[in-house]
């Protein structure tokens, strides 16, 4: 009778790793497209410039080489929708990254068209939407990138618009886990 061949205890963890990790995955959206219309900036600002409190912008956190400014006047708006917050980030005193937080699915249906409008449309081909509680879409141009990350559970997004160039300057000493 032939003998099964013997498997060890780390391939079968190994296994059950991936199968969890390929189910988890399963459940989220992610599109990735290449920008139509890189802006090199972020709404007129071009990526770079340099970047300090005036009457429009007020800085609410010095870390160092990082510095966070947020606007002085009035509820801020991506384009047409209101937004909770835009933040706009300088690396060693240039313009390198805004972030911007929304609740509500309804704004992020508003954002999504707004952002698809300005930088191209998504992939959406049958076969390759898939539903679940994370959803990820990202613009790449060549100064650029744009990642929208939106919680259906929660009903709140946030949206980073970055410098390429600039990115690893404001991520240096940050945590791993921060998104």
């Excluded at 963890?13 to 920008?35: D, E, H, K, N, W």
Aim: contains cysteine; neutral net charge.
């Amino acid at each position: 009778m032939p003998r099964r061949p013997h498997t060890g205890p780390w391939i079968r963890r190994t296994s059950l790793v991936c199968l969890f990790f390929s189910i988890i995955l399963q459940g989220t959206l992610a599109f990735a497209v290449p920008m139509q219309n890189d802006p090199n900036g972020f709404e007129g600002i071009p990526w770079g410039a340099t970047f300090s409190e005036t009457e429009t912008f007020m800085k609410v956190e010095d870390a160092g080489q990082s510095q966070t400014y947020e606007l002085k006047t009035g509820v801020p708006s991506l384009g047409p929708v209101k937004v909770d917050s835009m933040r706009f980030v300088t690396s060693e005193g240039k313009f390198a990254r805004v972030t911007v937080r929304y609740q509500g699915k309804a704004t992020h249906d508003q954002i999504l068209a707004y952002l698809q409008s300005l930088y191209g449309s998504l992939d959406r081909t049958p076969g390759q939407i898939a539903s679940g509680p994370v959803k990820f879409c990202s613009w790449t141009g060549f100064e650029t990138d744009v990642t929208l990350r939106y919680e259906t559970g929660t009903d709140r997004g946030i949206i980073f618009f970055e410098s390429q160039e600039l990115r690893h300057k404001i991520t240096e000493g940050n945590s791993a886990t921060v998104f």
